[in-house]
């Protein structure tokens, strides 16, 4: 199980050729931090965890935090110490053996596929609504909501996965500059929304603070959890930052302080101006959110309340007649999110192309586009697989089946780091986890904790595609992988690049948000 393991020195030496100029303190990667972190989730999110938690969703923000602040600590000292792409997968190639990092990289293709279908789905929410109330044309709900949600398939979602998929089979490049306007424009919305709803909360409207208990609140940080992924860009820069072992802290730590608290202020911007109470059954439980019983009890009460909503910022503003701006915040969601599809189609392509390049994918994954010299073949069955995650699932079970796939990526990191400190304590270390014997237990046991809060469909899920990997690994990858074959290559950079003179792939940008 543990046999074979990828040379840590073999990527190390490789990592050294291209050795990145050490340029960034806290500050820089700070703001590095809060670009990569807020987005999706608080645009999307908010209405499942009203229904989950109703004010208590407060709470959830606050674990959700704290289980990626000890995760990003742990993910922080691999970073450092193996400077390269490849994310957690290769960090568990080389310390934990092959049939981990294979079940690892599995994993990420939950966190990166299914979440572009999740960002697809509420970026159509925000679109619809804008276009609803901007225009006045209504929009049957069988065309833009899935099966679950009331309606028959979502197309909206469908459409903007299909053209990201072509965006990048012509092989469009997102440019730095493009991505801090779209990160601008995230962060303003947001502060323009705490500016119109803070002002005018009302205290009684966070009574009861937690209509469901504990347990509400534990389900809404497993749900929540996916507005922090992305933090881990603070930690994959170690190589570029000034002495890492005070500035890496300071940068996960603040960046996630930040953006907490910046949640929190948006949350209670909604709690207290329109009230986030969580729509019951007539036994007093509350309503799975993304479930048809759900819908069926919104369209009784003309979806006149925060959780019903597919774009509840900008419902917020309306409702607390601000209709012109909140008509402003779609517009802001529909112009940034689709950029979050894109980086996250990046992602699975890389994860896929590293993948492959170790044999345990087939080849044909790395085919490359002859006249556009981008991964073609991959990213067309990438993109219709988050197409169809799209058309027919709702925003938050897409979500969670997301977040089981990236606590698994987290944890598996996590026990990573304490192996390696045991197995190899002499090597240098750029960072060190600071009380690793205290914070690496306390992410896996965070981590556990919020897979345990996950809906029984996405665990259920979880388990099947776990299992579907288990099959595939024994029955295809285990014979053609190159480790087990004697041929592990030292590939420039490892950073999943195809061999030149094909044009690289733009991995090279944050993969997260």
């Known amino acids: 199980m543990f046999g074979r393991v990828k040379s840590l020195d073999a990527i190390l030496a490789t990592a050294e050729k291209k050795s990145l100029h050490r340029s960034l303190g806290a500050f820089q990667l700070t703001m590095l931090g809060i670009g990569a972190v807020i987005g999706t989730g608080i645009f999307v999110l908010t209405a499942e ?3 989950k938690a109703g004010p208590g969703m407060m709470i959830s923000f606050i674990i959700a935090g704290f ?6 600590l742990c993910y922080a000292e691999m970073a450092a110490m193996v400077p390269v792409s490849g994310s957690a997968y290769t960090y568990s190639y080389a310390v934990m053996g092959e049939l981990i990092a294979w079940m690892v990289g599995w994993a990420l293709i939950l966190e990166y596929a299914v979440a572009a279908g999740a960002v697809s789905v509420g970026w159509s929410g925000y679109v619809v609504g804008l276009i609803e109330n901007a225009v006045g044309i209504d929009i049957p709900d069988m065309l833009v909501r899935g099966p679950y949600d009331g309606g028959v398939i979502n197309l909206p979602a469908m459409l903007i996965a299909g053209l990201v998929t072509w965006l990048l089979v ?3 490049r997102e440019s730095a500059s493009v991505n801090a306007v779209l990160v601008a424009i995230k962060v303003a919305a947001l502060t323009l929304f705490i500016i119109l709803a803070v002002p005018v909360m009302k205290m009684e409207n966070f009574e009861p603070f937690s209509p469901l208990g504990f347990g509400g609140i534990g389900a809404a940080a497993a749900s929540i959890f996916f507005a922090y992924v992305g933090f881990d860009a603070v930690s994959t820069a170690a190589e570029e930052t ?5 500035n890496m802290p300071i940068g996960l730590i603040g960046s996630l302080g930040i953006c907490t608290i910046f949640y929190l202020l948006v949350a209670a911007g909604v709690i207290g101006s329109v009230g986030a109470q969580p729509v019951m059954d007539a036994a007093g439980a509350g309503l799975e959110p993304g479930s048809r019983e759900l819908a069926a009890q919104c369209a009784a009460i003309a979806d006149q309340a925060v959780v ?8 917020t503003l309306r409702e607390i007649g601000w209709p012109q ?6 517009l802001a969601a529909g112009l940034a999110l689709p950029s979050v599809i894109l980086m996250m189609m990046f992602g699975q392509t890389r994860i896929f192309f590293v993948m492959s390049r170790d044999g345990l994918l087939p080849e044909a994954f790395s085919k490359i586009h002859p006249r556009y010299n981008t991964p073609y073949f991959i990213t067309i069955i990438t993109g219709i697989g988050v197409a169809l995650f799209a058309a027919f699932f709702p925003v938050g079970l897409l979500a969670n089946i997301s977040n089981s796939g990236t606590l698994f990526a987290f944890a ?4 990573a780091v304490l192996v390696i400190r045991r197995s190899d304590p002499s090597r240098h270390r750029p960072f060190r986890t600071p009380a690793i014997w205290l914070t690496a237990p306390l992410s896996i046991a965070g981590c556990l904790y919020l897979f345990y809060k996950l809906d029984v469909k996405s665990q259920i899920l979880f388990a099947i595609w776990a299992g579907v990997g288990l099959v595939v690994y024994f029955a295809y990858s285990r014979s053609r992988s190159h480790v087990g074959r004697g041929l592990v290559e030292v590939h420039e950079g ?3 690049i195809p061999p030149q003179p094909v044009a690289p792939l733009p991995g090279d940008i944050d993969i997260n948000d």
Do not use: F, H, M, Y
């Open 412 to 415: 598996a990191v996590s026990i």
């Open 494 to 496: 490892d950073e999943g």
């Open 67 to 72: 289980v990626c602040a000890v995760a990003a």
């Open 308 to 315: 019903c909503s597919k774009e509840a910022l900008a419902w």
């Open 170 to 172: 012509i092989g469009t």
């Open 325 to 330: 701006i909140g008509n402003l915040i779609g």
């Open 49 to 51: 965890a009203a229904q």
């Open 242 to 246: 000034k002495n890492p072992q005070r």
